[in-house]
């Protein structure tokens, strides 16, 4: 059974762009083969834009550096003529923190996936038990006498549901003559 979770790796938290690398680190490889292989063929068109798609931001994060570029406070010290902005603003920038988004999904996919493979282990066993019974019946039917050398007791004897019932249904005419 595939299984696929995608790793965010762009963090908005300033104090935390140093430990990027880390999350490229972290993020799993897809078997793009292996995956291509279980796509039905009405959904060749949806799997492509998804491989593009993954490929374009796999290519933009890869083009970004490990850690952003450091502030050279004492440049813009220099350059600002009013006294204390540049310092105010280094305080603010070193106390920003900006929130990460707290994690709402990953519980709902998660019990999604337990119940999908919980779905899938009941269908292989629905089937496999299909398959034993259909097997059992291709056992019965190599067994049988040819159609072609089988006499009606046979048949009837083979497979009972071909059993005529008189009372039901006569032989032959199989309404009564006065209604012919």
């Keep these: 059974m595939l299984s696929i979770r995608v790793v965010h790796p762009v963090s908005t938290n300033i104090s935390r762009v140093g430990r990027m690398s880390g999350r490229r680190a972290a993020l799993k490889a897809i078997d793009w083969l ?66 990460e988004p707290a994690d709402t999904q990953t519980s709902a996919i998660n019990a999604q996936e337990a119940e999908a493979n919980k779905n899938a282990v009941s269908y292989v066993e629905a089937s496999k038990a299909r398959i034993a019974s259909y097997e059992k019946e291709l056992e019965k039917f190599k067994s049988m006498i040819p159609f072609d050398q089988m006499t009606i007791e046979d048949l009837n004897a083979a497979l009972p549901e071909t059993t005529l019932d008189k009372a039901k249904h006569p032989y032959w005419p199989h309404k009564p003559i006065a209604e012919l």
């Excluded at 039905?40 to 374009?56: C, E, H, I, V, Y």
């Excluded at 350059?79 to 280094?90: C, T």
């Design 34 to 99: 292996a995956f291509a292989e279980r796509i039905p063929p009405n959904q060749r068109g949806m799997f492509n834009s998804l491989k593009t798609r993954s490929d374009a931001v796999s290519a933009k994060l890869a083009s970004l550096p490990e850690a952003p570029a450091a502030i050279d406070w004492a440049y813009y010290r220099g350059v600002v003529a009013k006294p204390g902005m540049v310092d105010e603003f280094e305080k603010k920038f070193s106390a920003l923190k900006v929130p």
